[in-house]
């Protein structure tokens, strides 16, 4: 079976077994990852910066995200701070991956906590319709920063993939 990782937060340290690493974004790593400004104008409800390769996946839907970095005693993180969902969720992804030939088994490990100890959906999902995840876990984080790791076999991907993070409610998520 073909091991892959997906490394996500703030100094990520589980590495591939005989595999790649898909995803890993160390957010504190010096030198500093390459960053974007999120532009407003394409939509509005959304503002802040995120690191390259990663997106706002929320336009659909009326919430208002701001996106940023912040340092806590010496340890740089990515915030998302939901401050209003009508209806539908914040969206956070990393897209594309590279795609899955089947038989594949993956290793998910991150950093991450939630200010107001709200529920994040967060797993390999289709870009496009049915917008189906390949593979997911919703996890009740604490506001205390929690190491999360998961492994898991996904079978092949029928379209290109991506690796999102949902949240379903107002609050502030930090990774």
Known sequence: ???????????????????????????????????????EAANPRVSGVLPDGWQDDSSWAPVWIMYSFEDEQGTRFLRTK????????????????????????????????????????????????????????????????GTYSYEFAAGKNDQPMGFWFNLEATGVFDL
């Open 1 to 39: 079976m073909i091991r892959s990782a997906i490394l996500v937060g703030m100094g990520a340290v589980m590495a591939a077994v005989a595999g790649e690493t898909l995803v890993y974004t160390a957010f504190g790593a010096f030198p500093r990852p390459p960053e974007h400004v999120l532009d």
């Open 82 to 145: 939901v401050t209003r969902l009508d209806s539908g969720r914040a969206q956070l992804t990393c897209f594309p991956l590279a795609d899955c030939p089947g038989d594949r088994l993956y290793r998910l490990a991150f950093r991450a906590r939630h200010l107001t100890g709200g529920s994040v959906t967060f797993g390999l999902r289709q870009r496009g319709q049915p917008y189906a995840f390949y593979w997911q876990r919703t996890e009740k984080l604490s506001a205390n920063w």
